[in-house]
Nanobody, 125 residues
């Protein structure tokens, strides 16, 4: 499984960005997908996750109401729409894939076996 994240960049506080993660897999719908982020000197933090067919989503408390995860299984892509960006959202954002067939997508990094390379998001005040 190869994951390629894109869409990061520089945004102003209050602005929006949309991240994409394209997966090179035969059957994308086999995987729960997640987004995580890591800022310098901090631990990796759960951002959002989505179940294999998109019926269940979850998000971290710090992004609830601002970030939305979605997926398009026909395009083998998962998205993270980020609105109302804050300077504290600045981090390297990673997408990840979990192939364990759990009904509810996990918020634990250890549940995800496959990781993309990360895309940088920087929010200026």
């Amino acid at each position: 499984v190869q994951l390629q994240a894109s869409g990061g960049g520089l945004a102003q506080a209050g602005g929006s960005l949309r991240l994409s993660c394209a997966a090179s897999v035969r059957t994308f719908s086999m995987y729960n997908m997640g987004w995580f982020r890591q800022a310098p000197g901090k631990e990796r933090e759960f951002v959002a996750a989505i179940s294999r067919f998109g019926g269940t989503t979850d998000s971290g408390d710090s992004v609830k109401g601002r970030f939305t995860i979605s997926r398009d299984n026909a395009k083998n892509t998962v998205y993270l729409q980020m609105n109302g960006l804050k300077p504290e959202d600045t981090a390297l954002y990673y997408c990840a894939a979990d192939s364990t067939f759990t009904a509810r997508p996990s918020a634990r990094p250890s549940a995800y076996a496959y990781w993309g390379q990360g895309t940088q998001v920087t929010v200026s005040s």
